[in-house]
């Protein structure tokens, strides 16, 4: 089956008719409908089919149990309103790469998988790359459990609800013991390969990220009756620490978004009580991002204590910078490079991903296929067939150069 021909039968899946964007969320109708594309295609190329214990789904050709295995693969799950490429295009060109190397009647060396790490984007439970996590032991089943959606649903009781068995999650040594090398290739979230010109890039690291809350408590009251003197709104402070994250990361040359929201008690003509919103920070390297970080909250309670507002500050989740493997790395520079001569560019990336994670357990390395507007997680992201078709060369080399003879 061709990319293009796999492309369109994953394309409409979870896709949302007001926005045009994915709303593929972890253990919804979504999710399982593309867990059930991933099992048919694995099946339909005769691949060993299996789900491990924390629910990612594995494509294997060869024994998986005879180790130093060279993975490929991503996710397939979305933010709200994502868009079509951060993930499925990792799993659909892994796929493809594996049919390419068929196509070259290829004698693999080592055992072969194609994986779709669940829950990646924590759109659902608050949480980026649960699958991987579980895995590799960063977070643990008490923390697992604790996990809930917006209804109160827990990522246990979702698991069951979509059809798998909860009570073994938690870390997997064994697995990863099996793994040699994984290789994800991903849609550039940015435009360095636009603005150099080349379809693929390798990644260098991944920059140290992290989510924080922060929740303002003032005191409701009548939006009508209050004096604007009397009132304590933390609308108001919220709103000044959203300026004041944009100045700190314009110093910093870093990046800060708070990208959500929620407000208590949400009325129209009501002073909110309480506003809480998760603050999205990234930069090139540790001290920055705790420059960047530092001066917004710094800010805010500063802007908190003027307007007599209560300020909690609460870090939700932190990953620090990775670098990937230098070897492997460098091993799909060599590959890469030796038939078109010139140095494959390298490139660092502010967005966090499975290979992240999984870097501190097993080799891990990532490509990057050119986006042309560098937008992501939104409806409007985009990468051209030609670019696609070219990562998937891309990986079909780096695997064979891998796991081939």
Not at 40 to 55: I, P
Not at 131 to 156: I, K
Not at 367 to 392: I, Q, Y
Request: aromatic share 8%.
């Amino acid at each position: 089956m061709s990319f293009h021909s796999m492309w369109a039968e994953l394309l409409p899946i979870g896709r949302s008719s007001a926005s045009g964007g994915y709303r593929r969320y972890a253990w919804t109708g979504a999710d399982v409908d593309c867990r059930a594309w991933f099992k048919e295609q694995a099946e339909a190329r005769g691949l060993t089919y299996e789900v491990d214990r924390n629910g990612n789904q594995w494509a294997w050709l060869g024994d998986p149990a005879a180790g130093d295995a060279v993975v490929a693969g991503s996710h397939l799950d979305s933010v709200p309103d994502g868009g079509a490429f951060d993930g499925p295009l990792g799993v659909v060109s892994s796929f493809a790469a594996l049919d390419e190397l068929r196509s070259r009647n290829a004698r693999f060396a080592k055992p072969l998988a194609i994986v779709n790490f669940g829950d990646e984007e924590g759109a659902r439970f608050g949480l980026a790359c649960v699958g991987s996590r579980l895995t590799a032991g960063q977070l643990t089943v008490e923390q697992a459990h604790l996990l809930t959606d917006a209804d109160g649903v827990s990522l246990p009781q979702a698991m069951e609800a979509a059809g798998y068995d909860p009570e073994g999650i938690g870390a997997d040594p064994e697995r990863l013991g099996r793994i040699g090398a994984f290789v994800e290739l991903h849609v550039e979230q940015g435009r360095a390969l636009d603005l150099s010109g080349d379809r693929v890039g390798i990644a260098s690291a991944i920059w140290p990220h992290g989510r924080w809350r922060f929740d303002f408590k003032g005191e409701a009251n009548h939006a009508g009756t209050t004096r604007l003197v009397d009132r304590r709104d933390p609308m108001l402070s919220y709103a000044e620490t959203v300026l004041a994250a944009r100045r700190e990361a314009e110093l910093a040359g870093a990046v800060a978004t708070f990208g959500k929201i929620a407000v208590e008690p949400n009325g129209v003509n009501a002073i909110p009580s309480v506003v809480r919103g998760w603050l999205d920070s990234r930069a090139a390297d540790q001290d920055t991002l705790d420059t960047v970080v530092g001066g917004i909250e710094k800010a805010a309670r500063e802007y908190a204590e003027a307007h007599g507002i209560e300020l909690d500050v609460v870090r939700e989740s932190f990953t620090p910078v990775v670098e990937f493997d230098h070897a492997l790395r460098d091993e799909l520079g060599r590959i890469l490079g030796k038939d078109t001569g010139p140095k494959v560019p390298v490139l660092g990336t502010g967005a966090g991903h499975d290979a992240g994670i999984l870097s501190g357990s097993i080799p891990t390395a990532m490509l990057f296929v050119r986006n042309p507007t560098g937008v992501s997680h939104s409806p409007a992201e985009f990468a051209a067939e030609d670019d696609c078709v070219a990562g998937v060369r891309a990986l079909a080399d780096v695997l064979e150069g891998l796991a081939c003879r």
